[in-house]
């Protein structure tokens, strides 16, 4: 999760054709792992069921179709302290005027009076109803009190007209959410390239030449330079690691080839380059197109180099770009792994030790040492992969 992003999310829903992309809206905060609370209007509930908010929410549905005693239940209030934000999604005409004129009279309307937290709303409504001087009011003075609104959008309307009232679309407003969160992260705006895991060198249709790398430190890697709010493209050759990370561009390759080619598409806009993938040195010259039969009792194979894709980006390195690598060793770790610091032109380049036990390939954790251009030498403990990412990506935001 984006490091300072909402935890808990309470979504208000107000009775409107576009209660149905509310959602939508769930969906999205809950697989950016916040935990969700729904509050509905009578109205609401005539356009989407209880049973789809509590399935997607995976709470309880706080309404008011109960006795009228539910609306001052102190539920509702708690509501208000357990929330980190809250958005309206549709808001309707009638909520907007409630809020803004202090109306309490359900549980939705109790709740946004109690609540303290940044609060958002999306409006929804005709084109018609939306230009009315009352509405317009409404939301003037609600933008004085801090109110943040997204949106309408211009577009076809439901009640068949075109203009200005249509709800903003979920993922607008999910981003819009989440950025306010995390404008004051030390990465925000930044553009990030992360490689993982290894690479297969074909051999024929079945075989293939790869290596034991799991993907694991640069999936920790991305996963720590979006919380710090960069918008990463990881490329990463076969590997079983996810990522829910919403900031998080995956691409899947196979080969170094495809890896140095989406390499050369990202790089460009990257301010940042990590290159912690095992790229094959070699690759067969000529994959048989056919499975090789095992006719003779040898078989000699021709390999031919790759392209080595963080030197090549070293060489075309711009201004104002940010780039590391990695380095295993297993002899003379610190000169060989300078030389390659130098060699490649990078900014800092992390050694990995072969030597320390549960270290590398496959394991969680990593003990790795930092080398600067200037010979700065930073050692750290054996730790946990993602810890290991965060130290790296500390490092990194100092010196950028
Ligand atoms: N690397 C790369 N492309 C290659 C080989 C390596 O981008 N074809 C990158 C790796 O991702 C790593 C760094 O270069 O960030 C160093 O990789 P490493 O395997 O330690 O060294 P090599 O440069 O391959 O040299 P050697 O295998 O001879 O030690």
Not at 256 to 285: F, G, N, W
Not at 358 to 380: A, C, H, L
Request: hydrophobic residues 40%; negative net charge.
């Amino acid at each position: 999760m984006t490091e300072g992003a909402p935890k808990h999310v309470i979504i208000g829903i107000t009775g409107g054709i576009a209660a149905y992309k509310a959602m939508t809206l769930i969906r999205l905060f809950k697989s950016a792992g916040c935990e969700v609370k729904v509050v509905a209007t009578t109205n609401a509930l005539e356009f989407v069921t209880p049973l789809t908010i509590e399935t997607l929410s995976q709470n309880a549905l706080y309404c008011d179709t109960f006795k009228r005693s539910e609306q001052f239940d102190v539920h509702h209030i708690s509501h208000a302290d357990w929330a980190d934000c809250m958005i309206v999604a549709p808001a309707s005409a009638d909520i907007i005027g409630k809020m803004a004129n202090g109306i309490a009279d359900d549980a939705l309307s109790t709740l946004l009076l109690a609540i303290k937290k940044p609060l958002f709303i999306a409006p929804a409504m005709n084109n018609k109803m939306y230009a009315n001087e009352a509405v317009q009011r409404n939301l003037a003075t609600l933008q004085q009190q801090g109110c943040h609104i997204i949106g309408p959008a211009e577009g076809f309307l439901a009640c068949g007209t075109t203009g200005k009232g249509r709800m903003e679309e979920p993922e607008k407003i999910f981003d819009d959410v989440m950025g306010y969160f995390s404008k004051d992260l030390p990465l925000k705006g930044k553009r990030a390239l992360v490689t993982a895991g290894p690479t297969y060198e074909p051999i024929d249709p079945v075989r293939f030449i790869g290596n034991h790398s799991s993907g694991k430190m640069g999936f920790a890697l991305a996963e720590v330079l979006a919380d710090k709010g960069a918008d990463v493209t990881l490329v990463t050759g076969p590997t079983v690691q996810t990522t829910q990370q919403s900031h998080i561009h995956r691409v899947d390759v196979t080969t170094a080839a495809q890896m140095y080619e989406a390499c050369l598409k990202y790089s460009a806009d990257a301010d940042i380059i990590i290159m912690s993938a095992a790229v094959a040195d070699y690759t067969p010259a000529a994959p048989a197109p056919e499975k090789i039969k095992k006719n003779d009792s040898s078989l000699q194979l021709e390999l031919v180099k790759t392209t080595d894709i963080l030197a090549s980006l070293g060489k075309n390195k711009r201004d104002g770009q940010y780039i590391v690598g990695f380095a295993l060793e297993t002899e003379n770790e610190l000169a060989n792994a300078q030389t390659k610091l130098h060699n490649k032109n990078l900014d800092f380049i992390v050694l990995n030790s072969t030597k320390t036990p549960k270290s590398g390939f496959n394991y969680d954790t990593n003990q790795v040492t930092i080398i600067d251009r200037d010979g700065k030498i930073t050692p750290f403990d054996l730790q946990d992969k993602h810890k290991v990412a965060q130290n790296i990506v500390d490092h990194l935001i100092a010196k950028f």
